[in-house]
């Protein structure tokens, strides 16, 4: 690090407000193409960087993180997860790794409800009937969804984003209960009137409604597995703005083809960009590309995160969002 001008990596094209900032406060090497790196380039990036600032389309492996020169100090991640790193490599190295908490808040909690809505009132559907010219005027018995008002929504995770899922969801009627692996103050319960549920096998049955909302890793891979899809009513419907890999993507397909469960709203996929064939083209799936975070405000402020834990770094202080 020469002086205090960090020779910062940036591996997609980032918001030009921050590309701005970044190419006056640091040595910034930006992505103007958008083309993801492959494994080769993002080996070479971190040969020479003081800084990579990845995205959820990188995956650091061990194999990038162990061919990093003495320089790198500090992997700034351009999101919130960070499964797609190799924290403990990161460890070994003394290399510190960061994330953007808390400023996408409102957008994910925002894109649960669009699915939800979406899904619930059959709009992409009918959507899709209205630009094929098939539809033929109002009918009293056409196209009926399911209202929300009194509904069971049960959110799995109740973090930053399932809070806000909750608050928005009350706003519409529905009754809040939550799974979580521990139990959120009683004063955030009661202004939610949220109902606990210690166990997530439990709590499936009883809700209309259920909207993932937790971390990806290893507990929670297909932590939406067959059999648990299998715990749900008929009646029910899924919503996804996690981490697509929570859910087993093959087993969903199967239950919202045969009529197993109602509906589906999904902003995240087990394999992105890749989405499973079968659920393409299903009446009952509404499938958004990643849209969860896609606000001005939300991306902006990612990037005001990623050049704080910079700026700190060069500083000596403490990185406010360190999670390794």
């Not at 659920?279 to 969860?292: D, I, K």
Request: glycine share 10%; net charge neutral; hydrophobic share 50%.
């Amino acid at each position: 690090m020469a002086g205090n001008k960090a020779l910062v990596v940036v591996t997609r094209k980032l918001p030009e407000a921050t590309e701005r900032e970044m190419a006056a406060l640091f040595d910034a090497r930006l992505n103007g193409s958008d083309r993801p790196m492959g494994a080769a380039e993002l080996i070479a990036a971190v040969r020479f960087a003081d800084v990579l600032v990845p995205t959820v389309t990188d995956r650091i492996a061990a194999e990038v993180v162990d061919a990093a020169g003495p320089q790198l100090r500090l992997i700034a991640n351009f999101g919130v997860g960070f499964n797609h790193i190799d924290i403990a490599a990161a460890a070994r190295r003394n290399i510190a790794v960061s994330n953007t908490p808390g400023v996408l808040t409102d957008a994910t909690a925002d894109i649960a409800m669009t699915l939800m809505l979406m899904v619930t009132r059959r709009a992409l559907e009918g959507a899709k009937v209205l630009e094929s010219g098939r539809f033929t005027g109002w009918c009293p018995t056409w196209m009926m969804g399911v209202g929300l008002r009194g509904r069971k929504l049960g959110i799995v995770g109740m973090g930053r984003i399932g809070e806000a899922v909750a608050r928005r969801s009350r706003g519409f009627g529905l009754e809040i209960h939550y799974h979580n692996r521990t139990r959120v103050p009683l004063a955030v319960e009661q202004v939610l009137n949220a109902t606990y549920w210690p166990e997530l096998d439990a709590m499936l049955p009883a809700m209309d409604i259920v909207s993932i909302n937790c971390p990806y890793n290893a507990n929670t891979y297909h932590l939406f597995s067959a059999a648990r899809l299998g715990r749900l009513k008929p009646a029910a419907f899924l919503i996804n703005t996690a981490r697509g890999e929570i859910v087993d993507e093959a087993a969903l397909a199967d239950a919202l083809s045969d009529g197993r469960i109602a509906g589906a709203g999904l902003d995240v996929f087990e394999r992105e960009p890749q989405v499973h064939p079968k659920l393409l083209g299903l009446p009952n799936a509404v499938l958004l590309p990643h849209l969860g975070s896609s606000t001005i405000e939300a991306r902006t402020g990612m990037g005001q995160k990623v050049i704080a834990n910079i700026r700190a770094l060069v500083a000596g202080e403490p990185l406010p969002d360190r999670v390794g």
